[in-house]
């Protein structure tokens, strides 16, 4: 008489290395989250200034968006490009493990710094 084994056994062979799958979960899911929340404060500070309009988009890729479909434009340009380096950085993180974060963590400062520079600028022209 034959029995099933409850117990399921080792893959024979190579063990896969989760950071190699293409697949698998996230694994900069902290670092996303935190991007994507500072370029959400960033696209809200710049719709901020932009509506006052005693300024300017001064990314002209960016520019020609805003120009051509207002706000809406502009978000689907900015939030495409934060999709496309999450993206990216989650690709670069299985091959080159915290290459990836580093990428995510400089993309966090970036925002943080432009998202910072709008807000003074708002506080310098008396915006709030």
Request: hydrophobic share 50%; aromatic share 14%; with cysteine.
């Amino acid at each position: 008489m034959y029995h099933q084994n409850p117990i399921p056994a080792a893959p024979r062979g190579r063990k896969k290395d989760r950071r190699r799958s293409m697949y698998s979960d996230s694994l900069l899911a902290t670092e996303a989250v935190l991007f994507v929340l500072l370029s959400c404060a960033d696209l809200f500070m710049t719709y901020r200034l932009l509506w006052q309009g005693h300024f300017y988009e001064s990314n002209p890729i960016a520019q020609f968006f805003f120009a051509r479909w207002n706000i809406a434009g502009l978000t689907l340009f900015k939030f495409g490009l934060v999709i496309f380096i999450i993206l990216l950085a989650e690709i670069i993180e299985r091959h080159r493990p915290r290459i990836g974060q580093a990428i995510l963590f400089l993309g966090c400062a970036a925002a943080a710094a432009v998202t910072f520079h709008g807000f003074r600028l708002q506080l310098e022209h008396g915006a709030l």
